[in-house]
């Protein structure tokens, strides 16, 4: 009886399933699905290295300050980096009084002390990075009707993280006369920018780092786009994962403890069971 | 209960001695994971699974509590308080990746601990209890973690509650005002934020409880083992103190290796990029998929893409989702064979390894890719072959199927000859299997 009921309860699956398949490949012979633009022109991002890859990698500490630079600079105009305080930048390798100093030069939204209206004062380290717009509406307004990201996190919530960015940043160029010829619709609209990197091919932020010489690096490295796009992607990096040199230092040590613990938990079991056939 | 010869528990201190009068909490430990529980003298390094899973039940549990310290739930403040907790908690950053990482070990280490019972048969008599409790844990488990992934409030976070949540909006009549009371509102938020993590924190307790229970029904038998056969006598088993203390000790620091190299090294290679994004309802993402470990259960709910019958695509994608699971509990009834292991059984051996696990391995596959072709025929095939192979194949083969002749034996099996079979008449094997099904039956 179990087993009549058993195979009765498959039969229901199983043919409520190859009934799907049925229908579904059926559509697929008769109407196969039409090929996109963003399916035939979307690139993979570009192979790229950090000096912060890799199981012994760690921050190359003037490669994060230019990139600091790009983002003071370039990036800041719009995007906000919400989850970095001024204090973390010691980590970057400047000073108590020029993380001060860097601090001060952020106007950070404050309260009059004598009026209690809401106003702006001069950062502090304690400080949190001010986002560059009030709030979504504006930066809606500001922007063709697109938010800048937040870009605290960006390396860790886009694939491939910083070749994402970097090939985002280097990746603008003109549309590719084959993918007009071929989806003469999926022509860029007015406004937005045509970008392989990008997941729908057309991006709302124009290309951001133009030409060379954007920003005068203080350490003498010549500021070319694809150099500044690498700087400010390693940033980037440091901002996602700040604590990115303490892990992998830390996981070396718990890997040669835990090896050296299970080599001894192996002796013994070898230990214990020696007389024992199992 | 256990086997006769058993070793007892014999207090030498005083203290002891007074604690075993007052509290016998010494001689459980003792009877249970000490020198006084006689194990299979045979276990292969499967065995060791069900004790990583305890291993990563305390990881989560603790590692849970401190996060749960720094966290609120809150959907204005909840993604900030895991970057805060990351950033400028100290080791939060251990403590969140750990957690993260740890529900996937947890699964890892379950499915393997699941499939070693498909294979060896483990849900049969008279184990069948031990089995259901197991089932209720996976459950239990699939319930604790998608509440767990829900509480960064993340892209994936809140669309995946949508989804999921959307699931019982499929049942007939109820499905719409049964899913607003779960969400207490008509979207994922604040409200259900708070209750999913009420019920985060609450439910490991409540799956440490069924662990007790599990482990209780496990020592009334005593553990199975790869040749299926029964214990019959002390040349069998070993005390699971020293033996397996020092087999799964080992086996612990295999495990811990592994998880530290994933923890340390590739912490965010099984999450998805989306869910460092904080939650935004008016923008859905590209390709809405949960956790890994969901994703053969996922493939079959996306799997139903017509309408059978009066029934709708969707009520049959969530039927036969939920219906996968819940198979399990019938396992002991449909699997009618005497013998345990699928070592001596030619014909199941067959269908595992050349059907069910390739059909597992396609599901995972399938429900992690885009719901586009042919994933999704893919996952049909796959879906089918599920199926079929619990509710069809298993009741079929188990009457069909002439087994392997059996060991007399643990014993036998171990060292090539065993004393005790000596006193029996001369018999052939498949005799023996018969032999051993009664006193199984007894």
Redo the contacts between chains.
């Keep these: 009886m179990?087993?009549i009921l058993?195979?009765l309860?498959?039969?229901f699956?199983?043919?409520?399933?190859?009934?799907?398949?049925g229908?579904?490949?059926y559509t697929?012979i008769t109407e196969p699905?039409a090929v996109t633009a963003e399916h035939e022109f979307h690139k993979h991002p570009k192979d790229v290295h950090f000096a912060s890859d890799g199981?012994f990698g760690k921050f190359d500490r003037q490669q994060l300050q230019r990139g600091f630079q790009v983002y003071k600079e370039v990036c800041s105009a719009c995007h906000s980096l919400?989850?970095v305080a001024f204090r973390?930048l010691e980590q970057l390798g400047y000073s108590e009084p020029e993380v001060k100093a860097i601090a001060a030069g952020f106007q950070v939204p404050g309260t009059d002390p004598n009026t209690g209206e809401a106003n702006t004062r001069p950062g502090m380290p304690t400080d949190y990075f001010p986002k560059p717009f009030a709030n979504d509406i504006a930066a809606r307004a500001a922007n063709n009707n697109a938010i800048p990201?937040d870009l605290?996190?960006m390396t860790?919530?886009?694939?491939d993280?910083a070749a994402y960015v970097y090939s985002l940043l280097t990746g603008y160029s003109n549309q590719p006369a084959e993918l007009l010829k071929e989806f003469p619709e999926a022509k860029t609209p007015a406004g937005l920018h045509y970008n392989p990197y990008f997941?729908n091919l057309n991006l709302a932020m124009a290309p951001p780092l133009s030409g060379e010489g954007q920003v005068s690096y203080g350490d003498g490295t010549k500021p070319t786009v694809d150099q500044m796009a690498k700087d400010v992607a390693a940033f980037l990096i440091w901002t996602?994962e700040?604590?990115l040199e303490?892990?992998?230092q830390?996981?070396?040590t718990?890997?040669g403890f835990?090896?050296f613990?299970?080599i001894l938990?192996?002796m013994?079991?070898r230990n214990?069971?020696a007389n024992?056939?199992? | 209960m256990s086997f006769p010869w058993a070793n007892e528990y014999k207090p030498s201190h005083p203290f002891m001695k007074w604690m075993d009068e007052k509290l016998p909490v010494p001689r459980l430990v003792y009877n249970s994971v000490g020198g006084g529980y006689p194990v299979p003298r045979n276990l292969n390094y499967f065995w060791n699974f069900g004790f990583l899973a305890l291993i990563c039940l305390t990881i989560q549990i603790i590692t849970g509590i401190v996060m749960a310290m720094h966290y609120a739930a809150n959907t204005a403040v909840a993604f900030d308080t895991i970057e805060q907790t990351v950033r400028d908690v100290n080791w939060g950053w251990l403590m969140r990746y750990a957690h993260a990482n740890g529900a996937s070990a947890f699964f890892v280490v379950i499915y393997v601990h699941i499939f070693r019972g498909f294979f060896y048969g483990s849900y049969k008599a008279p184990r069948e209890m031990v089995w259901l409790l197991g089932v209720v844990i996976f459950l239990l488990m699939m319930a604790t973690a998608f509440m767990g992934y829900v509480l960064p409030w993340g892209q994936m976070s809140f669309w995946g509650a949508k989804v999921i949540t959307g699931l019982f909006g499929a049942i007939p009549f109820v499905g719409e005002p049964l899913q607003q009371w779960l969400l207490g509102g008509f979207a994922p938020d604040n409200a259900a934020l708070n209750r999913f993590f009420s019920l985060h924190y609450l439910l490991p307790f409540v799956i440490v409880g069924v662990v007790v229970l599990h482990i209780w029904a496990l020592h009334i038998p005593g553990s199975s083992n790869p040749t299926g056969v029964e214990v019959k006598s002390e040349s069998d088993t070993v005390p699971f103190y020293p033996y397996y203390v020092a087999k799964d000790g080992w086996a612990v620091g295999v495990f811990l290796f592994l998880f530290a190299a994933a923890v340390f090294f590739f912490p965010n290679a099984l999450g998805h990029p989306d869910n460092y994004i904080p939650a935004n309802a008016m923008s859905t993402p590209a390709h809405i998929v949960p956790e890994w470990y969901f994703w053969p259960f996922y493939a079959i709910l996306r799997a139903f893409t017509q309408d059978f019958f009066f029934i709708p695509a969707k009520l049959m994608g969530v039927l036969a989702m939920f219906g996968a699971i819940l198979v399990w509990f019938f396992l002991p009834w449909l699997d009618k064979s005497p013998v345990r292991s699928g070592a001596y059984r030619p014909l199941y051996k067959k269908f595992f390894w050349f059907g069910l696990i390739p059909a597992m391995a396609v599901l995972f596959y399938c429900g992690g890719a885009p719901a586009e072709e042919p994933f999704v025929m893919f996952s049909q095939l796959a879906a089918l072959y599920y199926f079929a192979h619990f509710l069809i194949i298993l009741p079929v083969v188990s009457a069909i199927e002439k087994p392997l002749p059996l060991p007399y034996s643990i014993t036998e099996s171990v060292l090539g000859h065993d004393e005790g079979s000596q006193i029996r008449p001369a018999h052939g094997a498949t005799e023996a299997t018969h032999g051993d099904t009664a006193v199984q039956g007894a």
């Design positions: 179990a087993r058993s195979i309860v498959g039969l699956f199983t043919v409520a399933l190859a009934w799907s398949f229908k579904g490949a697929q699905p199981a919400t989850h973390d990201p605290s996190l860790k919530a886009r694939h993280g997941a996602a700040p604590k303490q892990r992998k830390t996981g070396w718990v890997l835990l090896l613990a299970t938990g192996y013994s079991y214990i069971w024992k056939k199992h």
